[in-house]
């Protein structure tokens, strides 16, 4: 049985080589700095650090997205993954509960997290859907999904089912309504409330100036 500093070292080669050069904003460098954003949230929380980790690591091994709409696809690989380096079922299948219900599925469907550890990593994850990075992960997204960026005769909607808010493909800038500006009252944690503040400001704030730029403002 290896330890777990070994387990996460593992995961981190398995996660790190799927998700190279992924080109939608779900690459390996935004399981990076959700797992930093995790650590800073983890200071505060009274959390199993190693159920925190390997659910930061693993939540978007397969995403919904890109396997039409498969939902337990990400929990099926991971927990595939956890069993074949010999990891406990229960925290096997803690870290399997925290995936399946990290996703953000339409402005009128709750997503509660039943424990600390999924509170702390679903934060962490949303931390980086917003501020600047968000912003940039929003764009790539929409290119990588041949989505124009804005379209000003094709309104935001609130979704209220999954199935609604999956089958959408509206221009990007909706997404800031439908979603990012939605997260900041979402979160779960007082310190990721506290972070999220500035990088919800530093969103709207460009909103203003690229609907100032649109209308050809000087
Ligand atoms: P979650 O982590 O809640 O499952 P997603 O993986 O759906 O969130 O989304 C992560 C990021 O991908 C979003 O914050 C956004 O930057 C981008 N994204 C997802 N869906 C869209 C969309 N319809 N339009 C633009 N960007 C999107
Ligand atoms: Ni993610």
Not at 138 to 167: E, L, W
Request: hydrophobic letters at 40%; aromatic letters at 8%.
């Amino acid at each position: 049985m290896i330890d777990q500093a070994e387990i996460l070292a593992q995961t981190e080669v398995y996660v790190k080589e799927k998700l190279s050069g992924e080109g939608s904003g779900h690459d390996w460098w935004h399981i990076v700095r959700v797992r930093q954003n995790a650590h800073t949230l983890c200071e505060h929380e009274p959390v199993d650090a190693f159920v925190v980790e390997l659910a930061a690591l693993l939540h978007d091994i397969a995403d919904h997205k890109f396997h039409d709409g498969d939902t337990s696809i990400g929990p099926r690989l991971a927990r595939e993954w956890l069993a074949s380096l010999g990891v406990d079922e229960v925290t096997i299948t803690h870290v399997c509960e925290i995936i399946a219900a990290l996703s953000f599925k339409g402005s009128g469907v709750p997503t509660p997290m039943h424990t600390r550890e999924g509170m702390v990593v679903q934060d962490a994850d949303r931390l980086d859907a917003i501020g600047a990075i968000g912003i940039a992960r929003t764009f790539a997204y929409g290119g990588h999904k041949n989505r124009v960026m804005y379209d000003p005769t094709i309104p935001a909607v609130a979704h209220d089912s999954f199935a609604a808010y999956q089958k959408s493909t509206a221009p990007t800038i909706n997404h800031f309504y439908e979603k990012l500006l939605l997260l900041k009252e979402r979160m779960n944690t007082p310190t990721a409330r506290r972070m999220a503040e500035a990088r919800h400001a530093f969103m709207e704030q460009f909103l203003t100036q690229f609907f100032a730029e649109w209308e050809g403002e000087r």
